[in-house]
């Protein structure tokens, strides 16, 4: 059963710690993505991924970092610098080069910070 | 000016309605375009994509671009409470750009 999957469902965080978002693929997609939604935001890019150990910071990287040191995972971390974390985390893929934008989504993993 | 303007309702019909749903830009550099669907809670899934100008239909669904207008469509012909759910449009000006999302339109179908 291909698609993206993406864990924890619901993740809880104290203020002050780091934790690490985890996200999957088994399509075979060269590049991924991490979006953050808020209420009336729209989608915001955290950071991309077009090639295994590169990546590129997108629109609202301050906060997070990333590493993509295998073809089918790309976790994110939201650290403690992070100010306002709590929001609907959402991971995507796209298969390569001359398709990057038909970009498939995971089920997404909310945080909220306590 | 924000670079995808889109009217986030929310938008309710009755069952059976047209729906249109709309956004415009102003990076005349965009030449892909896409509609997805986001149910509550869940993660986007992607409904239309279109290349440049004209029209692309889908069983009950028509994506419409007018580049000269900056302006795309979504219709959705008899439509269903099934339906009802957030609608995103993105577009982006290359093949390995990254996309550019409106905020979303939240469209209620009532039976």
């Known amino acids: 059963d291909g698609g993206i999957t993406q864990s924890p469902k619901y993740l809880f965080r104290k203020e002050g710690q780091n934790v690490t978002l985890s996200c999957e693929q088994n399509?075979?997609?060269?590049?991924m993505y991490w979006y953050r939604q808020d209420p009336g935001q729209g989608l915001r890019l955290i950071y991309y991924?077009?090639?295994?150990?590169?990546?590129q910071k997108g629109d609202i990287a301050e906060g997070y970092s990333v590493s993509r040191e295998k073809k089918e995972s790309f976790p994110l971390t939201v650290t403690s610098a992070q100010k306002n974390p709590t929001a609907f985390y959402l991971c995507?893929?796209?298969?390569?080069?001359?398709?990057?934008?038909?970009?498939?989504f995971g089920p997404g993993t909310r945080l909220t910070v306590l | 000016q924000k670079e995808v303007e889109q009217d986030p309702g929310p938008l309710s019909v009755p069952e059976g309605a047209i729906v249109s749903l709309n956004c415009t830009y102003s990076?005349?550099?965009?030449?892909?375009f896409m509609w997805y669907r986001q149910y509550s809670r869940k993660g986007p899934e992607l409904l239309m994509y279109?290349?440049?100008?004209g029209n692309k239909e889908d069983g009950r669904f028509t994506a419409q671009v007018d580049k000269s207008s900056k302006y795309i469509s979504l219709f959705i012909r008899d439509s269903q409470p099934s339906d009802s759910a957030t609608y995103l449009c993105?577009?982006?000006?290359?093949?390995?750009?990254?996309?550019?999302f409106g905020k979303g339109t939240r469209l209620s179908v009532i039976a």
């Open positions: 399509l075979n997609h060269d590049a």
């Open positions: 990076n005349s550099a965009f030449q892909y």
């Open positions: 279109t290349y440049s100008s």
């Open positions: 993105a577009m982006s000006d290359a093949g390995n750009t990254p996309l550019v």
């Open positions: 995507a893929s796209s298969q390569d080069r001359a398709r990057y934008n038909e970009q498939f």
């Open positions: 991924s077009q090639i295994v150990n590169d990546f």
